[in-house]
C-alpha cells in the first residue's frame, strides 16, 4: 500500500466518522462497534 493511497483511505474514514457525527449523532458508528463486539465474542467461542 502506498503512502497515497493510506492518507486516502485514512482521510475517508475520518469523514465517515465525522459524517456520522454532524448526520446521526454515532448511531451508525455505535451500531458496528456493537456488532463487532458480537463477532468478537463470537470467534473467541471458537477458539
Known amino acids: 500500500m502506498t503512502d497515497r493511497i493510506a492518507l ?14 454532524a448526520l446521526f449523532d454515532w448511531a451508525n458508528t ?4 456493537r456488532k463487532m ?7 473467541a467461542f471458537w477458539r
Do not use: H, R, S
Open 37 to 43: 463486539l458480537v463477532l468478537i465474542e463470537w470467534l
Open 8 to 21: 486516502f483511505l485514512g482521510a475517508l474514514v475520518a469523514a465517515l466518522l465525522i459524517a456520522d457525527y
Open 30 to 33: 455505535l451500531f458496528l462497534a
